[in-house]
């Protein structure tokens, strides 16, 4: 059971490949339609500084807006944990802001903000805080209220309780937003770079894509992925050690 755990993510990239592979071939498609992996992965090597360059750009404006999403999600949840006032004004807020199509939102974003980093990581915490907000608000609210009964009997501060006793009883559920973020946060950069950028992966796709360079576009495209995953895999891993008391826990 260990070493089929530790050879799936091999048995998985091997089996996406020749998926991959066996499409062209059966599909007798041209390179111009659908490039080979031996295509794409040759176009990496010859091409690896212009697509870690881009890379380099798109990475920072997915951590940046990780960062930004995050912490306006949980300035938001815990405003509606501790102030039910402001609740009924802030919901219908929340949902709004995602019932407007990024898409539609990004050609502001550019002309307010311009052709930098701004917009592009405005647009991926526009997408991220969402299901931080959400995930961490539930989490909060489901605090056993034994804890807090007896939270209370000790005279415990509403702010030491939030601190002490509900964000971390929370946490299990605000990982899961994380999750969530760290998986949607490159989209936000890439249709940001879409809308309007200089430079990035979703730039460079969209040039090569107007040179019928679509084995550099793929090269991008599969780089998008690698890093997407990197960044899933390792907050993943943070989280799991932020809450190794739950799994101790589920073993009893």
């Not at 949980?74 to 407007?100: D, E, G, M, N």
Request: hydrophobic share 60%.
């Amino acid at each position: 059971m260990i070493k089929t755990t530790a050879w799936r993510p091999l048995i998985i990239l091997i089996g996406l490949i020749a998926l991959w592979q066996g499409v062209v071939w059966i599909g007798e498609l041209p390179r111009f339609m659908l490039p080979g992996p031996s295509l794409v992965g040759e176009r990496i090597i010859e091409r690896w500084d212009i697509l870690a360059h881009h890379a380099g750009i798109t990475l920072l404006e997915i951590v940046l807006g990780l960062l930004l999403g995050v912490a306006i999600g949980t300035c938001a949840a815990i405003s509606l944990a501790l102030l039910p006032p402001i609740r009924p004004w802030l919901l219908p807020i929340l949902v709004i802001s995602q019932a407007i199509p990024i898409f539609a939102l990004a050609p502001l974003l550019v002309l307010w903000f311009g052709y930098g980093l701004a917009p592009k990581v405005i647009t991926a915490a526009l997408i991220i805080f969402f299901p931080v907000t959400t995930t961490l608000y539930d989490g909060i609210r489901r605090t056993p209220p034994e804890w807090l009964e007896q939270a209370t009997v000790m005279g415990a501060s509403k702010w030491r309780m939030l601190l002490y006793i509900r964000l971390p009883a929370a946490l299990p559920a605000f990982g899961s937003g994380l999750r969530v973020a760290a998986a949607v946060a490159p989209i936000g950069a890439v249709i940001g770079e879409w809308v309007g950028a200089s430079a990035g992966l979703g730039h460079l796709m969209l040039q090569a894509n107007g040179r019928m360079q679509i084995d550099l576009m793929f090269a991008a495209l599969v780089v998008l992925s690698v890093m997407a995953v990197t960044l899933y895999l390792t907050i993943d891993f943070l989280i799991r050690r932020a809450t190794a008391w739950r799994r101790e826990e589920a073993t009893f």
